[in-house]
């Protein structure tokens, strides 16, 4: 049963459900209506450092709290859709993760869509790991996301893989938009129950992102690739999301290709409710992301990072 926390911040937030848009609706409204989301997560933790970057030709920022161990980095991608946020909009999300986690996070600004589209985006995550493991053992690595940055984050692993690079230790995200082609279930089961998305803001979001290109992609809808040889993965996500059944399939994608996978629906909880620090389904959630990226990291005998110029 859903907390009482949690329902007062399911009614706050249906103040600002999503209106209504259309292929007229112009690119600075879309992100307006993105931005209510990114207003709900409060205050970043009061020690946290953050610091801007680059790392190659990839911009972002490096995040740090008190907890961090300097052998264990989370490759983070934010939500808005491919057309909105940035690292500076998710820092208390992520530097709660940070704590959770006890890790440093890269938070990568990748390019956003009208302007550079698919796969730009993709592109960005891979070279941004290229260099991360020049600099430090893959296995001391887990790459995590939000929204349309959980579905970018398996996006990025599936490039990894299909390149033949090192594979991470794991991978994590929080309401994942893993299907650009919207053919979940609960995209219309949920519609009425969802107080942060709809579908028509996601279906025009798609479209700026793709233009001519497929939404079955599998670089575009991590749902519809093989996820052979990936690592351990973990999914959380709310049972009244229209996104729900993408965490699920995730989920089964990962059985089939035998990988060990955790996938837990939230009870009661709308689109990446993490994101109130208040509500104790958030924190309790990011304790469970946070122990799972400290096991699948906690090798003893990491050596230390060699230093390069812009990694932090």
Known sequence: MPSWQSAIFARVSR???????????????????????????????????????QIGP?????????????QRTI??????????GSPETHRP?????????????????????????Y?????????AYRYLVKTQPPRSMVLA?????????FAVLLAIRNAGL??????????PWADLSLSGWSVL???????ALSWDLLFVAARHYLKRNSPADPYASPVFASFREFPPIMVHAGSLEILRDDASRIGDCAAIAGVPVSVEIYDGMQHVFQANPRVPEARVSLARLGQFIRSKTAETDMPAPRTVAGTG
């Not at 911009?59 to 008190?66: F, H, S």
């Not at 490759?75 to 909105?84: A, D, K, V």
């Not at 999300?93 to 550079?116: I, M, T």
């Not at 089961?189 to 107080?195: E, S």
């Open 15 to 53: 103040i600002a459900r999503p209106r209504a848009v259309g292929a007229e609706t112009d690119i600075t409204e879309l992100r307006r209506q993105f931005g209510y989301l990114f207003d709900r997560f409060g205050a970043a933790p009061q020690d946290a450092v953050f610091e801007a970057a």
């Open 58 to 70: 990839i911009k972002g920022e490096w995040v740090r709290v008190e907890e961090s161990a300097r």
């Open 75 to 84: 490759l983070y991608f934010h939500g808005g859709g491919y057309i909105s």
């Open 93 to 117: 999300l992520v530097a709660r993760l940070c704590k959770q986690a006890e890790a440093r996070a890269f938070s990568l600004a990748y390019r956003l869509s009208p302007e550079f589209v």
């Open 119 to 127: 796969p730009a985006a993709v592109r960005d995550g891979i070279d």
């Open 145 to 153: 996301g939000d929204g349309s940055g959980g579905g970018l984050a």
């Open 166 to 175: 090192p594979m991470p230790a794991g991978c994590v995200a929080m309401s």
């Open 189 to 195: 089961t949920n519609q009425k129950n969802d107080a």
